[in-house]
């Protein structure tokens, strides 16, 4: 492979592992403004989620403030539409600092890649944690100032999910490059590579979080290391 000018990186399953203890903790934290029991809570926001993902396969955004007033209509509070906003905050503020597990290699692969002179930028979609928490998730990593920062597009802030090829053209601009020179690094095969392959981007399929075996296209590139990524890259 011709070595890019830029690479973007999917979030979860990509530099993040996936947040498994955050739908316990935010239960937690929802339940005495809720007054409601955490059992309870925790139910909706399993509800919550399968709405999330379905409205996702379907190629359209529900995220916190849906959530919100998901929550407010199963558990009804004084003063509903006036609280709304200050339910949806405690939401994303929830899930920061719960598990937060960057991927083996990764700071390793992103500082190589910084080196070498490459732009790097990160195409997420995003659920109850939007691009906003997700920036300090990178910021305790030691990961954020290592992206250019308008090249950090995130689901809930452009206003669709991949494989839009709206979301991939955000990053590009950002970036300032051709889609033919750069790559995206993700793991869903009808997401990130479809999307990459959609916008005219190579790509990179990493398997070392979520093997995906679904339908989609095949990256150009299927790695099990985020380590290895530089080299398969063709980078000196």
């Not at 909706?44 to 396969?57: P, Q």
């Not at 905050?89 to 080196?115: F, T, Y």
């Not at 070392?208 to 099990?224: K, L, R, T």
């Amino acid at each position: 492979m011709t070595p890019p000018l830029a690479v973007t990186f999917d979030f979860w399953n990509t530099l993040f592992w996936p947040n498994e203890a955050v739908q316990r903790a935010r239960a937690r934290r929802l339940a005495p403004w809720l007054r409601a029991s955490e059992e309870a809570v925790h139910s909706a926001l399993v509800d919550g989620f399968a709405r999330h993902s379905a409205e996702w396969r379907a190629g359209r955004c529900w995220g916190t403030r849906d959530l919100a007033e998901a929550l407010l209509d199963r558990f009804p509070t004084d003063g509903r539409h006036a609280r709304t906003d200050e339910l949806a905050e405690l939401i994303e503020i929830s899930g920061a600092g719960v598990d937060e597990r960057p991927v083996e290699g990764s700071l390793e692969v992103v500082e190589q890649l910084r080196r070498a002179g490459v732009r790097l930028g990160i195409i997420s979609d995003t659920g109850f944690s939007p691009g906003s928490v997700l920036r300090g998730f990178l910021s305790r990593a030691g990961l954020l100032h290592r992206f250019e920062p308008a090249a950090l597009t995130f689901s809930d802030e452009v206003g669709v999910p991949k494989p839009n090829p709206r979301i991939f053209r955000a990053a590009l601009g950002a970036l300032g490059v051709e889609p033919s020179q750069a790559v995206h690094v993700g793991d869903l095969r009808a997401t990130d590579v479809a999307g990459a392959r959609a916008a005219g981007m190579r790509s990179v399929r990493f398997m070392g979080c979520h093997n995906d075996g679904s339908a989609g296209p095949e990256a150009d590139i299927v790695i099990s290391r985020l380590t290895d990524l530089s080299t398969a890259l063709g980078m000196p």
